[in-house]
């Protein structure tokens, strides 16, 4: 190889890294109350141990930047913090069409497994995955159709806290985790709607391996 090539690829490996540093990917990150949205934000932004959070997000927090690396590659994306009680859900609605999302990550942890009365996850993920597949944004006294790009390019359902519980349930693959049973139908609509749908299992707290090659896995795969 010349010097000449090799100073051309070297140029355009920069410049490849400089274009995925300003144009970031629109990560969406919703859930219900609890599951460890927030827990993720900062796992995201400072890897690491998170330290216990306490109070719960309010409202639509200002997207921020991120850089994921990891097995030698960079990514840059994008994430807003946003609250999961019902109240909130029309925020969801609002950071999915102001930011365009590409990807999003719907997390749940194994309260419906152990508490069967507790459905707020379900209801959050049918609420969640009626938007998405919906060809109009319902808005307050506002109904806009959408285009192409208004549907993410995949969603991914992290099953949190996977330190807490992990032998707790048997399985042979995460596929076929029954902590996933409970959404399988949703799955299945989002399939059926052309948007790919897979699982994962995540401890946003204490293992950043985890949370950083999910991210990398979403980008590369889809």
Not at 141 to 154: C, E, G, L
């Amino acid at each position: 190889m010349s010097i000449m090539a090799g100073f051309i690829i070297v140029v355009a490996e920069q410049i490849g890294l400089f274009w995925k540093k300003i144009n970031p990917h629109p990560f969406g990150v919703y859930g219900a109350s609890q599951v460890g949205k927030t827990t993720l934000h900062h796992q995201l932004r400072t890897r690491g141990d998170v330290p216990q959070i306490v109070d719960r997000t309010v409202g639509l927090e200002k997207a921020k930047r991120k850089t994921i690396k990891i097995d030698g590659d960079q990514h840059t994306i994008k994430t807003a913090d946003v609250g999961g009680e019902t109240l909130y859900w029309g925020e969801w609605l609002q950071d999915m069409k102001k930011r365009k999302v590409q990807y999003i990550i719907f997390m749940i942890d194994d309260r419906h497994m152990n508490k069967h009365y507790d459905i707020e996850q379900q209801l959050c993920w049918s609420f969640l995955v009626d938007t998405i597949c919906s060809p109009y944004w319902d808005m307050i006294n506002k109904r806009n159709r959408k285009h192409r790009k208004d549907y993410p390019i995949a969603v991914g359902l992290w099953a949190n806290k996977f330190d807490l519980w992990k032998d707790t349930y048997q399985y042979s693959e995460i596929n076929k985790h029954p902590i996933f049973a409970s959404f399988e139908s949703g799955m299945e609509k989002l399939n059926d709607r052309g948007i790919p749908c897979y699982k994962y299992l995540v401890s946003a707290k204490s293992n950043s391996e985890m949370v950083y090659r999910g991210i990398a896995t979403m980008i590369e795969d889809y």
